[in-house]
């Protein structure tokens, strides 16, 4: 099959994650348009919010020399990214919620200010607004998704893939990422990758080693789902295995319109909040 990558199933960790799950969910996330604004949905939630505003700041940097990096203030950068998120827009329930997470976060910005550790070296930065390449030509799948930070190892010309974590729980042994981090920063930039670590910002100064998969393992691992989705959606068949599970529920929540709309976000999606009620506060906005 000739390359067309305006035909080709895209995948990524988190859609390949989203599919392992529950397709139901899959579908609702990456398939699914509403009708009247033809446009993806999304949802925000208070976790989440608080890591979109984490990461801005430190994705801010990854795009400046290193002398540069720690001139402004990041907490001020926090602050700033973090109000884009207040209230509504980042699904909090009441300002006592908000506040505990502001506050965790400008934990985790002067943990960084403090310890910066690989963000204070060099960095490699892939040309690339979103990082991608052809997984399977034949089958006409790119896989695709974004870094948090590449540090650049001058001794070996390298570089260590870091992805930054701002939750409690650790990143699961069987997790796609890493497997999908070293086979995109392998064939979407020339240098080797010498190593892999998380940071788990909320508790540790430090970053966590991690095993770097085997690159053809992974290509086969991620490949064998990344069929399975891609004959998903020539089926059009993305059942939920349970009928309605914790992963498809609240997006079902906003196709009935029990959610509200509270922006159109960069990358076009409708993105949704989940009232505590459980109806919606708008209506004109609701999938029907």
Not at 33 to 62: F, R
Not at 124 to 142: F, G, Q
Not at 179 to 184: E, F, K, Q, R, V
């Amino acid at each position: 099959m000739p390359k067309d990558k305006y035909s080709a199933v895209w995948v990524s960790h988190s859609s390949l994650s989203d599919f392992i799950k529950c397709p139901r969910a899959y579908f609702l996330k990456n398939v699914y348009k509403d009708p009247h604004t033809g446009h993806k949905i999304s949802l925000m939630s208070p976790p989440l919010a608080l890591g979109q505003a984490v990461h801005e700041v430190i994705e801010s940097l990854s795009i400046l020399p290193v002398e540069k990096r720690f001139a402004e203030s990041l907490l001020l950068k926090f602050q700033a990214a973090f109000k884009k998120v207040s209230g509504i827009k980042g699904g909090f329930a009441g300002g006592q919620e908000e506040e505990h997470l502001r506050k965790k976060g400008e934990e985790m910005i002067r943990r960084v200010m403090k310890h910066p550790g690989p963000l204070a070296n060099l960095a490699v930065k892939i040309a690339m607004d979103l990082p991608y390449y052809y997984l399977s030509e034949e089958d006409n799948i790119i896989l695709c998704g974004k870094i948090d930070w590449l540090e650049y190892l001058p001794k070996e010309d390298g570089v260590h893939i870091i992805d930054f974590k701002t939750g409690k729980s650790d990143e699961q042994a069987d997790s796609l990422q890493l497997p999908i981090y070293n086979l995109l920063v392998t064939n979407t930039q020339h240098r080797k990758v010498i190593k892999a670590s998380y940071w788990y910002l909320e508790r540790s100064d430090d970053l966590s080693p991690k095993e770097l998969p085997d690159l053809t393992e992974a290509k086969q691992r991620v490949l064998t789902i990344a069929k399975q989705v891609s004959l998903a959606r020539k089926l059009n068949r993305f059942p939920c295995p349970t009928g309605g599970c914790r992963e498809c529920k609240p997006l079902e929540a906003v196709v009935a319109g029990n959610a509200t709309k509270v922006e159109v976000n960069d990358y076009k999606h409708d993105v949704y909040v989940l009232t505590k009620s459980g109806k919606t506060n708008n209506k004109d906005s609701a999938i029907l």
